[in-house]
């Protein structure tokens, strides 16, 4: 369903209700006008908050403090965040339409009538809601029920959710603020990581047979297939959302389960990460020139860590018509460049499975000067690194929380990469997602830089550019010798050097002071910078930026 900005509805506000649960005067109003006319034409206006009456209110929860409120399907849907002061635990609430006993008949009558035509619609392609709006005037009609407007957008609004949209997970689906969505059984609370409260529970429940009929749906609809004899799939939705599926107790002794990591329509942009304190402008510059410079990355952190977000982040300081190709399990990485290619890997399609490990040789072969790979995990990670070694620029991520635990992961099984092709990688990301000042915080703990293997104990020689201060939430910089490599290979002396990575900061000060965080206006700054540094930076000057450092 098109989604509505809170701006063209009201506000959510509460409402009284009579004892059934529905709105005031509703249900007299529904037994007077839902009749039965017999070859009647329905005629429905386009919702309009002015004149027509509220579709969903709430009366907030006993006990519990509202604390936020807001649209995610206006004027269909909206979330309240309740706080419990005796629990000190917030609870997240889905607002919907209530449906009177008679619009609930209604409905169930239509979700039958209404699949199959609609299956078979031609247009239902073109435009699904268009086709569902059509179908169910003609099943009105069909029925002679002559309804209002609120009711017809009541009963479209839960069709729409169940055939087009994801069910009762829709408008969590369309919260903005949530990154996952889990449900670990039959009666039991989905739970959703949200932006700014963590880890909250919901007032979304599936029953057993609801639960696997929509695990069976989530598979369908990545084009994938999900049985008691293959119980567990991890797959893509259409929208590019992570999800993970177990159907039944084979598996899992609770029943069927889900889980669901979102995927962002809008990417981070370094903007975001400084906006977010992940990072500092200083490593932000650091990391800028190295990806210039064409220094290979590694990115490492634990589950949500946020690594492949901020692997995608910096990307945008890939310089404007370098050929870039992507290679991923499953699509997270959006680029706003012009010589971008993009692959995903296809499995359990007997031998037809392309894994990363073929995507990467493939790769090769068009002659990219920047790989960026999904995640490292098994034999993919030779050829990863042999491309390192053969000039080719590479990020990735791996799941490790500390620089040592990365090399012990490259040098060990499954991965096994000879130690002396480890010292092609340049720079070591770890991120961390921790606690700072009570809040749950995601921190680029270690910049760490591989200056090759140590000649005396044949070990690894690594040095640590900027760590991360968890008490003062600050970071500390080091000297860098990757810098250093730089400086001499772009002829610059020493003053050169700082005032280039003053100039990075200062870029980029200005950008997070007019709130650039689009992808796309972002990399169009840095690929006017990239064209005419000095001209950018005289603008900046013109504009009297102020640095607070770092």
């Known amino acids: 369903m098109a989604r509505q900005d809170s701006g063209d509805v009201d506000p959510p506000v509460s409402r009284e209700r009579d004892d059934s649960g529905t709105r005031s005067g509703l249900t007299g109003w529904l037994s007077q ?131 087009l949209g994801y069910g009762k997970i829709d408008p969590l689906m369309h919260d903005p603020h949530i990154e996952d969505i889990s449900c670990d059984g039959p009666g039991l609370p989905v739970f959703v990581y949200h ?24 598979a369908q609809r990545s084009g994938r297939h999900v049985s008691v004899s293959d119980p567990v799939v991890s797959t893509t939705l259409p929208d590019g959302s ?36 992940t990072v500092d402008r200083r490593m932000l510059a650091f990391i800028w020139l190295a990806i210039e410079s064409n220094r290979s990355l590694l990115f490492a952190g634990g589950t949500a860590a946020g690594k492949t977000t901020s692997m995608n982040a910096v990307s945008m300081f890939i310089p404007p018509r370098s050929k870039v190709l992507t290679i991923e399990d499953t699509r997270e990485l959006s680029l706003y460049h012009e010589n971008w290619l993009s692959s995903v890997t296809r499995e359990r399609m007997g031998d037809a499975d392309i894994t990363m490990y073929d995507l990467l040789r493939s790769a090769l072969r068009h002659r990219p000067e920047y790989i960026l790979v999904g995640e490292v995990r098994g034999e993919e990670a030779i050829t990863l690194f042999q491309a390192m070694n053969t000039g080719h620029t590479t990020f990735s991520t791996m799941h490790a929380d500390s620089v040592q635990t990365v090399i012990n992961r490259l040098e060990n099984n499954p991965i096994n990469v000879p130690r ?33 293997i140590d000649q005396r104990t044949g070990e690894l020689d690594y040095s640590t550019t900027y760590t991360w201060n968890a008490n003062e939430d600050t970071f500390a910089e080091q000297n860098s010798e990757l810098l250093e490599e730089i400086r001499e290979e772009r002829g610059w002396s020493q003053s050169e050097l700082l005032e280039e ?28 910078y990239y064209a005419d540094a ?17």
């Not at 963590?198 to 979304?204: K, L, P, Y």
């Not at 480890?422 to 910049?447: H, I």
């Not at 990575?501 to 006017?528: G, I, P, W």
């Not at 000095?534 to 770092?550: G, H, K, L, N, W």
């Open 420 to 452: 002396p092709m480890v010292t092609s990688l340049d720079v070591l990301w770890v991120q961390v997602l921790a606690r700072s000042g009570g809040e749950r915080v995601r921190r680029a703990k270690t910049l760490a830089e591989i200056e090759g």
């Open 501 to 528: 990575l003053r100039n990075r900061r200062r870029f980029l000060a200005y950008l997070q002071e007019r709130s650039v965080n689009d992808y796309r206006r972002f990399t169009a700054m840095v690929n006017k």
């Open 33 to 163: 006008t839902a009749r039965a006319l017999t070859g009647s034409t329905i005629t429905v206006t386009e919702y309009d908050p002015k004149r027509h009456d509220r579709l969903v209110t709430f009366d907030g929860i006993k006990g519990y403090e509202e604390v936020d409120r807001y649209w995610v399907n206006a004027p269909f849907a909206f979330i309240s965040i309740n706080f419990d002061p005796e629990e000190t635990k917030h609870y997240y609430y889905v607002a919907e339409p209530q449906l009177s006993p008679f619009e609930s008949e209604l409905l169930e009558r239509l979700f039958e009538d209404i699949r199959g035509p609609l299956l078979y619609r031609d247009e239902l392609s073109e435009d699904p809601e268009a086709a569902l709006y059509e179908e169910l005037q003609a099943r009105l009609e069909e029925y002679g029920v002559r309804a209002s407007d609120e009711t017809f957008y009541r009963l479209f609004y839960y069709l729409y959710r169940a055939f």
């Open 195 to 218: 932006d700014d409260y963590t880890d909250i529970e919901t007032n979304v429940t599936f029953d057993g047979e609801e639960l696997s009929n929509f695990v069976i749906q989530l």
């Open 534 to 550: 000095e001209a950018v930076m005289e603008r900046i000057d013109a504009a009297d930026v102020e640095i607070d450092e770092p």
């Open 242 to 277: 992570r999800i993970e599926l177990a159907l039944g107790e084979e598996v899992t002794p609770k029943g069927s389960a889900f889980t669901i990591r979102k995927y962002a329509d809008e990417p981070f942009t370094p903007i975001d990460l400084l906006e977010y304190g």
